[in-house]
């Protein structure tokens, strides 16, 4: 988990609570903008970095294991034949 203050580019209030509150559940924190593309990919980062970490402290490795499913329906493939 990231926590993202988004609005970066137009925020006139200041984000340290949502930041004092990220640092002190140990959870990465970032402002971006999704507007003017100001630290998506920082965000994105961070958190997939945590995720990595996770995953490597708990001995899971980073191979899949089967718990998400990113092909849609049931995972299995059409049986129709032909191109429709």
């Known amino acids: 988990m990231t926590i993202l203050a988004n609005k970066c ?14 640092n002190s559940k140990g959870i990465p924190f970032c402002k971006v903008s999704a507007k003017t593309d100001t630290n998506v990919l920082k965000g994105f980062r961070q958190s997939f970095q945590k995720v990595y970490t996770e995953r ?29």
Not at 57 to 68: M, Y
Not at 77 to 84: I, V
């Open 9 to 22: 580019d137009t925020m006139d209030e200041d984000a340290s609570v949502g930041e004092a509150f990220a």
């Open 56 to 84: 490597i402290k708990n001995g899971k490795g980073v191979e899949s294991d089967g718990g998400l499913n990113l092909t849609g329906g049931d995972g299995m493939k059409s049986k129709k034949k032909g191109c429709c």
